[in-house]
């Protein structure tokens, strides 16, 4: 008999939390674009042409060579040494390496902030729309997950006060923003700040985008402006590469030993090896040169996206951004569309995109879509635009 044949197994009961826990979307739709023909604008994937390999060979072999034997044993959950240090000196405010956490990924950072954090049912303030990744790592934690009205700019502070009680934090990705592409201000990061110290709202920073800025670089981050009153989130995911699994927390004193024990008790540390490999791969300024290269590419992309959008979507009252860095566009289809029943028909024609309704904590707005330009080639990010132009075509005529 088949194992997959027996009944259930009986006497599992599922924790309340992992009812809470449903599969990605995303990673459900990133399947279909996984078929041969399909051009994707749907992935979060940084280009793997900006994957520094070289680098990367030559520092495993040197990692092994000096210092194999500690780079492949169990080591401080706090991070690398000389990793902490290399993070402290790259953030552009002063920062002690012994307050930087490493790790794994940044989206091990958004679940130890949510363990140490929430409690069932306590608030948690997000941005409209917001990270899918992050409204995941805080589901679990059974908080009631609450959108902040939102412009092109990020959050309305007027909406936050309304909002605040009860709250533990404030969610934000100021730094072209995961899914809209969108950055804040300064006007409005002074304003974000001023509101919430009044209001005492503890902030926590995303930042995974903020290097890739295409003309000039962000405003300074919200931590940088009160450490005390943010954890910062920080990524080699989209400047080195993703595989790496390696992210940073800076973290106020008062709650940084809670979330280095929740880290402990989630995998002990973040890998010892590819910590080593990452803190070689930085010496002597490797960041500086390659990530230029990047900000290039992107920019080339980007701006492909937008010459394709504004060839192909004439007459149609589609609407988009125009990010200042990043990886990603927010787009928005002609009254009465739906972003949702049009993707299976956009993928009949060879292309996806995620719907925006994916991101928002509640009551989200289905004519949104979020399209990544960085994967697609120019040639398919031509034919995939005029793609979505015609199947929005056929599909208003229907
Ligand atoms: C806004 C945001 N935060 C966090 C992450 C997680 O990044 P990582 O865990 O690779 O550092 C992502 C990944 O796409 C993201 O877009």
């Not at 995961?178 to 990061?189: H, K, L, Q, V, W």
């Not at 800025?213 to 981050?221: G, N, Q």
């Not at 989630?266 to 990530?291: I, K, M, T, W, Y």
């Not at 719907?355 to 995939?384: C, H, K, M, N």
Request: overall charge neutral; charged content about 20%; aromatic content about 8%.
């Amino acid at each position: 008999m088949n194992p997959h044949d027996l009944p259930p197994a009986t006497g599992w009961t599922l924790a309340r939390r992992a009812e809470r826990m449903n599969p990605s979307f995303i990673r459900e739709i990133l399947k279909v674009t996984e078929r041969p023909g399909i051009i994707s604008f749907a992935g979060g994937l940084p280009s793997p042409h900006t994957f520094p390999v070289d680098a990367f060979a030559a520092a495993c072999a040197r990692v092994l060579r000096e210092d194999g034997r500690s780079a492949l044993q169990y080591a401080a959950s706090e991070g690398y040494g000389p990793l902490r240090e290399a993070v402290a000196a790259m953030l552009p405010w002063p920062v002690d390496p012994d307050d930087v956490l490493i790790t794994t990924g940044s989206q091990q950072g958004l679940d130890l902030v949510a363990k140490v954090l929430l409690d069932a049912d306590s608030r948690v303030l997000v941005e409209t729309p917001t990270y899918l990744g992050a409204l995941q790592a805080f589901a679990p934690m059974e908080p009631e997950a609450v959108g902040v009205a939102s412009d092109a700019e990020g959050i309305d502070v007027a909406d936050l006060a309304a909002k605040r009680s009860g709250a533990r934090f404030l969610y934000l990705l100021p730094n072209f923003q995961n899914p809209t592409g969108r950055t804040m201000g300064e006007a409005r990061r002074q304003a974000v700040m001023q509101t919430t110290r009044e209001l005492a709202l503890p902030i926590v920073e995303d930042n995974p985008y903020g290097d890739l800025w295409f003309d000039t670089p962000p405003p300074a981050p919200l931590t940088a402006r009160h450490p005390g009153g943010c954890i910062y989130l920080g990524s080699f995911s989209k400047v080195l590469a993703p595989g790496l699994r390696l992210g940073y927390m800076i973290a106020p004193r008062a709650i940084a030993p809670k979330l280095l024990q929740a880290k402990q008790a989630a995998d002990l540390h973040s890998p010892s090896f590819n910590q080593r490999v990452v803190a070689e791969v930085l010496r002597d300024g490797f960041l500086d040169r390659h990530v230029p290269t990047i900000r290039a590419l992107y920019r080339s992309q980007r701006d492909a996206m937008l010459a394709a959008l504004d060839r192909e979507m004439q007459g149609l009252d589609v609407r988009w951004n125009t990010p200042d860095g990043g990886m990603f566009l927010w787009a928005r289809l002609p009254q009465g569309m739906d972003a949702m029943t049009l993707l299976p028909k956009a993928v009949e024609q060879g292309i996806a995109y995620v719907p925006g309704a994916a991101f928002y904590a509640a009551a989200p707005d289905p004519r949104t879509l979020r399209l990544s330009f960085v994967t697609a080639t120019r040639e398919q990010i031509d034919r995939g635009i005029a793609g979505l132009a015609s199947t929005i075509r056929t599909n208003l005529r229907g």
